[in-house]
């Protein structure tokens, strides 16, 4: 049978009081205090960072860009969050409308960096070119996103 | 791939987390600490899997998370100082029949946190309590003045 191996017992666990053994570390536990204190004063900086769009969907997050003449407005996210899904929202004015259709393409560029995984609402007609995707969407007389 | 980070930051994310919330969450569990658990497991949980919610990726998270215990419980047998950083070292709460304030605040633990665990040990009031001790799974000890 084989023998496991042994060793005296030794008193190595601090005591309080030179009677009771503890192993208290006031010392450290000081330091995890304030460790702690610094970890949610950070904690409640983030919450409020969250709060303010400094990581995607909030108020600093949100931008707009447009075409000097107000035919193409775009609303996207200035700050994404990553394997996350997120809404580009594009207005059309009035002069984008021809013949009671609008046309819109979007490079490859944007395509294969960002996807497209759902229009609203759908294009009449979508057709894959050689560098991007044209999409035809019809169009009543009102501008439409 | 990312299974396997996620799991890993979850995993001390919520260690960080669950000792950063004080030592009570581990014993003396009242409702109002498995909401905490529960709720914080949750999250963890979808941001771990993402949109990928396969046998297959979920058994390698399971197995992410038992070899970071496994190290991490290594660790602290290794390394008494580790140990300190995940467990926590015991505190005493009651010497001598005085309270430690400072310590007792801080924890955020009260007279009735005390008496809950004294009444296990058959003890019938406060004033009989010698020691007081707030171990490392979160369970208050006892120890009895001598009649």
Same mark, same amino acid.
């Given at each position: 049978?084989?023998?496991?191996?042994?060793?005296?017992?030794e008193?190595?666990?601090?005591?309080v009081? @030179?009677e +009771?053994?503890?192993?208290?570390? +006031?010392?450290?536990?000081?330091k995890?205090?304030r460790?702690? $204190?610094?970890?949610?004063?950070f904690?409640? &900086?983030?919450?409020?960072?969250d709060?303010?769009g &400094?990581f995607g969907r909030g108020?600093l997050?949100?931008a707009?860009?447009?075409?000097n003449? =107000?035919?193409?407005q775009?609303?996207?996210?200035?700050i994404e =969050? *990553?394997?996350?899904p997120?809404?580009?929202?594009?207005d059309?004015?009035p002069?984008?409308?021809?013949e009671?259709?609008i046309?819109?393409?979007?490079?490859?560029?944007?395509?294969?960096a +960002?996807?497209?995984?759902r229009?609203?609402p759908?294009p009449?007609?979508s057709?894959v070119g050689?560098?991007?995707?044209? *999409?035809?969407?019809p &169009?009543?007389?009102?501008?439409r996103? | 791939? $990312?299974?396997v #980070? *996620?799991?890993?930051?979850g995993?001390?994310?919520? #260690?960080?987390i669950? =000792?950063a919330?004080?030592r009570?969450p581990?014993?003396?569990?009242t409702?109002?600490?498995?909401v905490?658990i529960?709720?914080i497991?949750?999250?963890i949980?979808?941001?771990?899997m993402g949109?990928?919610h396969?046998?297959?990726n979920?058994t &390698?998270?399971?197995?992410?998370v038992?070899f970071m215990?496994r190290?991490?419980?290594y660790?602290?047998t290794?390394?008494?100082?580790?140990?300190?950083?995940? @467990?926590?070292?015991?505190?005493?709460?009651?010497?001598?029949?005085?309270?430690?304030?400072?310590?007792?605040e801080?924890?955020r633990?009260? @007279?009735?946190?005390?008496?809950?665990?004294a009444?296990?040990?058959?003890?019938k009031?406060?004033s009989?309590?010698k020691?007081?001790?707030?171990?490392?799974?979160g369970?208050i000890?006892?120890?009895?003045k001598?009649?």
């Amino acid at each position: 049978m084989p023998s496991i191996e042994t060793k005296p017992v030794e008193d190595t666990i601090s005591k309080v009081n @030179d009677e +009771l053994a503890v192993g208290s570390d +006031l010392q450290f536990q000081h330091k995890w205090w304030r460790f702690t $204190h610094a970890l949610w004063i950070f904690f409640g &900086c983030v919450i409020v960072a969250d709060l303010l769009g &400094c990581f995607g969907r909030g108020p600093l997050a949100n931008a707009t860009a447009q075409t000097n003449d =107000r035919t193409i407005q775009v609303k996207y996210e200035r700050i994404e =969050r *990553y394997a996350a899904p997120s809404i580009l929202r594009i207005d059309f004015g009035p002069t984008a409308i021809h013949e009671g259709k609008i046309q819109f393409w979007v490079g490859e560029s944007v395509i294969k960096a +960002l996807g497209a995984q759902r229009f609203i609402p759908q294009p009449e007609k979508s057709v894959v070119g050689q560098d991007g995707i044209s *999409y035809t969407f019809p &169009c009543p007389d009102s501008p439409r996103r | 791939m $990312h299974t396997v #980070l *996620y799991a890993t930051f979850g995993y001390f994310f919520l #260690l960080l987390i669950v =000792r950063a919330l004080s030592r009570r969450p581990g014993a003396q569990m009242t409702p109002f600490e498995f909401v905490i658990i529960f709720l914080i497991g949750g999250v963890i949980i979808l941001a771990t899997m993402g949109q990928d919610h396969s046998v297959t990726n979920s058994t &390698c998270a399971v197995i992410t998370v038992g070899f970071m215990h496994r190290m991490v419980s290594y660790l602290k047998t290794r390394y008494r100082r580790f140990g300190a950083f995940v @467990d926590g070292t015991p505190l005493v709460l009651l010497k001598n029949g005085r309270w430690q304030h400072e310590v007792m605040e801080r924890m955020r633990l009260n @007279d009735m946190d005390v008496m809950a665990a004294a009444r296990t040990k058959a003890v019938k009031q406060l004033s009989q309590i010698k020691y007081a001790i707030l171990e490392r799974n979160g369970g208050i000890s006892i120890i009895k003045k001598q009649q």
